[in-house]
């Protein structure tokens, strides 16, 4: 018989080994960053990876602030496909799309921001502090029209759009 139990505790200090996994993996409100730092891992601000401060001018843009920014373009966008591409209710998306990804490109490679962005103090610039190159900006949009990318965030909160683009969005 395995001398190792499911009732039995595993550490020397009588930690269950399911629970500290629990307890790193967070819950789904907190999250795997909340449930490192509740065991102690010290992971620092967001951003401190890529040298960026904690806070004010130049910080890492707040998830909160990144998406209603994002929800102002697509509305923009989706008045924009209604009034001049969508011929019915049923293409709307598909145009809103089009457009939202051709106003990203447009704008985030050459001023730094969509309209949405600019409103709410956010721009995209690259990991190393410098302007997003124009073919850099073009796969960003790109990975931000699959959805995917943008739902899936590291420890610094960049979607995998921005990692795989070398960009980070923050406060202006």
Known sequence: MDEHTDDKPDGADGTDRRTVARQA?????SGPRAGAEQLGAGLGHRGRRLGLPAEGPGSVAAPGRRLAAIGLDWAMCTLIAYALLADDRATLGNWTLLVFTVLAVAT????????????????VISVHGTRLTFPRAVLRALLLALAVPALIWDRDGRGLHDRLSGAVQVRI
């Open 25 to 29: 993996v967070g819950t789904w409100l």
């Open 108 to 123: 985030v490679g050459t001023v730094g921001a969509t309209p949405g962005k600019r409103l709410l103090g956010l721009r």
